[in-house]
């Protein structure tokens, strides 16, 4: 037998461990993974340097763009930024002009999706108007649901409990995951009422309006509404203690509930706010120090399930306003996040293992993307490969997103994502697209 290709001189990341091997590549799978003299002939033969390759990663936290916010970023830019940080697969958020949240919107936006993407893109919806359409955007292929609890943006009212425990006892029997941004509308308001009342501008105001009360208060909330139902409630961008410890002792109680964590809340904090000012602006905000550790911690025990980027593109001008109530909150992370976590596993922050727990395995197992997050026979080849001891400093000018700004901008990190496949072809190739657009496909998470 001849396969499509093979892939020689690898240090793969395999269950748990690094092996020296090859992998053959047939019509898109994983075909074999064992010694070079094993490898069935190949129509192609790629020599990996013995750079690591892990599994195509998986970003379940993204903000594509496109359509009415095409000139902050679309399907092409950032599936190319995808693929130069090592991730095959991205899922898009649904907070777009229009918003995604009904059959046709969903329908419209993969189909423009298909001609543009490099990698595997999956999307959210949003909550309807009407519940009873749920089932047909799940049909149509939506993996999952985000709610956004700090302000109205789908056709839920996010301020009142019964309608969200109608929404929870909809989706819960299709299996679909419900990701919250998890911030107290009532109280966020309130405290941006007062503090422009009494012309507060600044970096700090912002902070203080979006205090670590409203992330927790909408944490326990929403635990409190779904327990009577079988919802499967994901949390995002998890920023406090307070919130974390709520997770916690849900997962205790057998809830299936699970949080993400992003690297900016790892890796920054409030003491970072003064060097870099409000292009920092994200929500949640950057936290104290002690509830970065807190973090840290939550990542040590296992009580944080996976890591996402929130890529949040915005054009400079727009991060730049002259009051902070008009800065568009978040900051790229998707070239960024990558090399940034290896960078802790070579500190010994975390090792490799867990690190592919949160970038692949868990956000594979979370979103059932079955046929994702490992390295096995019989898997989509997707794959990152990496140069685990390339030092170099993170440039914003080489991002392939249309936001070329970051606050990692200039730090030295270890871990040079090389080449990314996605079904087995070539997409990135040390620093540049060679793959034309729409060669990745859509994930559908299907019927239940």
């Not at 690094?18 to 490898?39: H, N, R």
């Not at 019989?378 to 990496?386: H, I, P, R």
Request: overall charge negative.
């Amino acid at each position: 037998m001849i396969v499509d290709s093979v892939l020689n001189n690898a240090k793969a990341y395999l269950n748990g461990q690094i092996v020296d091997c090859s992998i053959a590549i047939e019509e898109g799978k994983i075909f074999k993974i064992g010694k070079e003299t094993q490898m069935p002939s190949a129509d192609e033969k790629t020599n990996l340097k013995s750079h690591l390759v892990l599994p195509g990663l998986i970003d379940e936290h993204v903000h594509l763009r496109d359509e009415g916010k095409a000139y902050k970023e679309d399907f092409y830019t950032g599936t190319a930024a995808a693929a130069a940080g090592g991730f095959t697969t991205v899922l898009d958020m649904p907070n777009n002009e229009p918003v995604t949240m009904s059959v046709d919107a969903l329908r419209n936006r993969m189909a423009l999706a298909q001609r543009r993407i490099l990698v595997n893109v999956g999307f959210y919806s949003e909550f309807p108007k009407k519940l009873a359409e749920v089932q047909d955007i799940v049909f149509e292929g939506a993996v999952g649901f985000k709610l956004f609890m700090g302000s109205q943006v789908g056709g839920l009212n996010i301020d009142d409990d019964e309608e969200l425990l109608d929404a929870f006892r909809e989706v819960a029997p299709l299996g679909e995951v419900v990701a919250v941004h998890a911030e107290d509308k009532a109280l966020l308001k309130a405290n941006e009422t007062r503090l422009k009342q009494a012309k507060k501008v600044s970096v700090s105001a912002f902070q203080n309006a979006h205090s670590e009360v409203v992330e927790s208060k909408a944490i326990e909330r929403l635990l409190k509404i779904s327990e009577p139902t079988s919802v499967r409630l994901h949390f995002c961008h998890v920023s406090t203690k307070n919130g974390l410890d709520a997770i916690e002792e849900a997962k205790k109680a057998g809830r299936k509930v699970t949080c993400e964590v992003t690297p900016n809340h790892l890796l920054l904090s409030t003491a970072d706010l003064g060097r870099v000012g409000q292009m920092l602006i994200m929500a949640p905000p950057l936290r104290s120090a002690d509830q970065v550790e807190g973090l840290w911690k939550g990542l040590e025990v296992g009580w944080i399930d996976s890591l996402g980027s929130d890529h949040a593109p915005h054009t400079v001008e727009e991060k730049a306003a002259s009051s902070v109530w008009d800065v568009k909150v978040g900051v790229p992370g998707l070239e960024t996040m990558l090399p940034l976590m290896l960078t802790a596993v070579r500190k010994n922050r975390l090792s490799l293992k867990q690190a592919m727990l949160l970038l692949a395995e868990n956000p594979a197992d979370i979103f059932g993307l079955s046929d994702r997050g490992r390295l096995e026979q019989g898997k989509s080849a997707d794959l990152a490969v990496v140069d685990f001891n390339a030092k170099f400093e993170i440039d914003t000018s080489k991002f392939k997103s249309k936001a070329k700004f970051s606050p990692f901008d200039g730090w030295e990190v270890q871990g040079k994502p090389e080449k990314t496949f996605v079904g087995g072809l070539l997409v990135f190739d040390e620093g540049e697209i060679v793959a034309k657009a729409g060669i990745g496909s859509l994930l559908r998470r299907g019927s239940p």
